[in-house]
């Protein structure tokens, strides 16, 4: 597979691309960007129809690029929205880095990978790979996966599956990403004058606040975290607090420990609850599930043998964030997320270099060169006897 110089036109692209602005739900104008290129490169582009479960402007787009006969099928993945926006983007280069000038976010995340993906669709179309490639772009990544969790995983041809979605330096390999459960604990107490008769009044903050201070919160151990994200109630400041919300998070690379941090979590306000005389309601949803990939998987050692074979030593880590990946293994297609090399992502000081972005364009080529290698004697005619 050929390397013809497309920096200028990534970077231009990229820019682009990071300038719509397309937070989770309103990822129309990008993704008709998008479906726009693939379009004309000839690709047939499938909008699927998840906006019904999503409340996105659009559906998931995925396109299909045959490999030769009989060739198995891998799967890249980037995801289209962003974070909400405190201003608007308008990129600036400053010393190699693409950065917003304004203060909010720059888009990176995905968009490197989306613009890196869109790149690797003209190299194919231009040069046949040697196994079957889809790309799917994916809506509301950023809601907790509703996009991907929406999407008909079934309707893939891939075997396994690669997302360009954690901001660390290329080479980075993630093996291992959490489950992450959201809590919303309601606490219903009794209205009273502060001043007059205080002791008729069952103070709902008060409640929470010793539920909260009874938590294990921060780093639980190498594997698990808890948050307390938000706190309101009350009416007034002469009122016995009657009511408040509080909204929690717990994550475990371990499924089972994350589980249990929930029970935990939820006996500690159930026990403030009774002690302040408070009814309590606690809402726990499982947002997505914990993964863990060994060395020896199949989409690992090709991603290994990739980055290797563009001279990057690969470096297995584990992560506290999710991805799109989850999705994808819990539904029983092996994929692994690879760093894109952004930096400070969800933060006004986001950035991304030049250099980056090539070389993640690089590692995806490679991603696919070594898959067609590596998956070779898996299937008809790869003994070189059908060959395009």
């Not at 949803?285 to 914990?290: D, N, P, Q, V």
């Amino acid at each position: 597979m050929s390397f013809p110089d497309g920096g200028d036109r990534l970077a231009s692209e990229f820019v682009r691309l990071c300038e719509f602005e397309s937070p989770s739900r309103r990822e129309q104008e990008v993704g008709r960007y998008v479906r726009d290129e693939l379009d004309g490169l000839g690709l047939g582009v499938e909008e699927d129809a998840s906006p019904a479960e999503t409340g996105s402007q659009i559906g998931n787009l995925l396109v299909r690029i045959a490999g030769p006969p009989g060739a198995p099928v891998i799967l890249f993945c980037a995801h289209l929205d962003t974070v909400p926006l405190a201003a608007a983007v308008e990129v600036e280069e400053r010393n190699g880095f693409f950065v917003n000038r304004n203060e909010a976010i720059l888009g990176a995340d995905n968009k490197a990978a989306v613009v890196v993906l869109l790149e690797l669709a003209r190299r194919l179309v231009r040069d046949p790979p040697p196994i079957g490639v889809e790309l799917l772009f994916t809506t509301c990544e950023e809601l907790a996966l509703l996009g991907a969790k929406a999407f008909d995983i079934a309707s893939l041809s891939a075997r396994f599956g690669f997302v360009f979605d954690h901001a660390s330096p290329i080479g980075e390999l993630i093996l291992a990403a959490p489950s992450y459960y959201r809590l919303q604990a309601r606490l219903h107490g009794r209205a009273a004058h502060a001043g007059v008769r205080p002791e008729d009044g069952h103070n709902a903050i008060a409640a929470a606040a010793a539920g909260i201070a009874s938590l294990r919160l921060g780093r639980i151990d190498a594997e698990t975290t808890a948050n307390v994200g938000t706190i309101g109630g009350g009416s007034a400041p002469n009122v016995v607090a009657e009511h408040c919300v509080v909204e929690l998070e717990a994550r475990s690379l371990d499924h089972e420990r994350a589980g249990a941090l929930v029970s935990e979590m939820v006996d500690s306000f159930t026990a403030a609850a009774t002690d302040a005389e408070c009814d309590l309601e606690v809402v726990a949803e499982e947002l997505f599930r914990a993964y863990s990939l060994p060395r020896s998987c199949e989409p690992v050692r090709i991603a290994a043998a990739a980055l290797e074979s563009c001279g990057i030593e690969p470096v297995y880590v584990s992560t506290g964030g999710g991805s799109d990946a989850n999705v994808f293994n819990l539904a029983g297609l092996p994929t692994v997320n690879l760093a894109n090399g952004t930096e400070r992502n969800h933060q006004p000081d986001e950035r991304v270099s030049r250099d980056a972005l090539e070389r993640m364009l690089e590692v995806a080529v490679a991603l696919v060169r070594t898959a067609g290698i590596e998956c070779r004697p898996a299937w008809p005619g790869a003994d070189g006897n059908d060959t395009r």
